[in-house]
T-cell receptor, first 117, second 118 residues
Framework: AQSVTQPDIHITVSEGASLELRCNYS??????LFWYVQSPGQGLQLLLK??????LVQGIKGFEAEFKRSQSSFNLRKPSVHWSDAAEYFC???????????????FGKGTLLTVNP | GAVVSQHPSRVICKSGTSVKIECRSL??????MFWYRQFPKKSLMLMAT?????????EQGVEKDKFLINHASLTLSTLTVTSAHPEDSSFYIC??????????????FGPGTRLTVT
C-alpha cells in the first residue's frame, strides 16, 4: 500500500524568504502526486499535480514541485513567500489500494506554514 | 469548472440524533465521490468511496451502519451520521472524482462540514 511522509509538522519562515516543504512517498510504481493547501476551516485547494513527463511542475500562486524518482520525493517550493501563504499543506499520492482496490488518494499528515512579517 | 459544494457548512446536533451532509458536484457529473474525516490538526482520513448507483466501499475500521452513504445521482452524494455521539464531532470533507482522461485521477474537494455533537 502507498504511504506519504511529510517530515516537517510546522515550518516558520519570514515573508519574502524562500520555502521548501518536503514530501516522500512509498509506492511500487510511479504514482500520481499532488500538493493541496488548506486554510483553517476550509476545504482543500489543489496547488499542483504530477502525472508524467517533465519532473518540474508549476502550480498556482507561484508554487512549483519537483518529482525525483530516485529519492521518492515530491518537494514543494516557492521562491518568495507571502503572508497569505500561511496555511496547512498536504502532499498526496494517488494510486490503487492494496489488492487492486479502488484508486484513492493517500495524504501525508500535513505541514503547517507560519509566515512572519 | 469542477466545483464541489457541501451543505451544511456547520451543524450542531444533540447526541443520539442523526444528521445528513450533502455533497454536490455543481458543473460536472461525478460517478465517484469520496468522504473524508479530518480531526483537529490531523490529516484527512478516507472513510468511504461512493459510486453512483451502487453500495459504498468503506475503509477498514469505518462503521457502515453508522455512516450511511447514498449516491443516488451523478451530482449528489449524502453522508448520514446516525445516532451521533460527541466522538463523531469532526470536520467532514467530500470530494468528487474528475471525468475521463487525466481528470479521472484528480479529486475536487468540497469546503467541508463542521459537525459538533453535544
Amino acid at each position: 500500500a502507498q504511504s506519504v511522509t511529510q517530515p516537517d509538522i510546522h515550518i516558520t519562515v519570514s515573508e519574502g524568504a524562500s520555502l521548501e516543504l518536503r514530501c516522500n512517498y512509498s509506492y511500487g510504481a510511479t504514482p500520481y502526486l499532488f500538493w493541496y493547501v488548506q486554510s483553517p476551516g476550509q476545504g482543500l485547494q489543489l496547488l499542483l499535480k504530477y502525472f508524467s513527463g517533465d519532473t518540474l511542475v508549476q502550480g498556482i500562486k507561484g508554487f512549483e514541485a519537483e518529482f525525483k524518482r530516485s529519492q521518492s520525493s515530491f518537494n514543494l517550493r516557492k521562491p518568495s513567500v507571502h503572508w497569505s501563504d500561511a496555511a496547512e499543506y498536504f502532499c498526496a499520492v494517488g494510486a490503487r489500494g492494496s489488492g487492486g482496490s479502488n484508486y484513492k488518494l493517500t495524504f501525508g499528515k500535513g505541514t503547517l506554514l507560519t509566515v512572519n512579517p | 469548472g469542477a466545483v464541489v459544494s457541501q451543505h451544511p457548512s456547520r451543524v450542531i446536533c444533540k447526541s443520539g440524533t442523526s444528521v445528513k451532509i450533502e455533497c454536490r458536484s455543481l458543473d460536472f457529473q461525478a460517478t465517484t465521490m469520496f468522504w473524508y474525516r479530518q480531526f483537529p490538526k490531523k490529516s484527512l482520513m478516507l472513510m468511504a468511496t461512493s459510486n453512483e448507483g451502487s453500495k459504498a466501499t468503506y475503509e477498514q475500521g469505518v462503521e457502515k451502519d453508522k455512516f450511511l452513504i447514498n449516491h443516488a445521482s451523478l451530482t449528489l452524494s449524502t453522508l448520514t451520521v446516525t445516532s451521533a455521539h460527541p466522538e463523531d464531532s469532526s470536520f467532514y470533507i467530500c470530494s468528487a472524482r474528475g471525468v475521463a482522461g487525466q481528470g479521472a485521477y484528480e479529486q475536487y474537494f468540497g469546503p467541508g462540514t463542521r459537525l459538533t455533537v453535544t
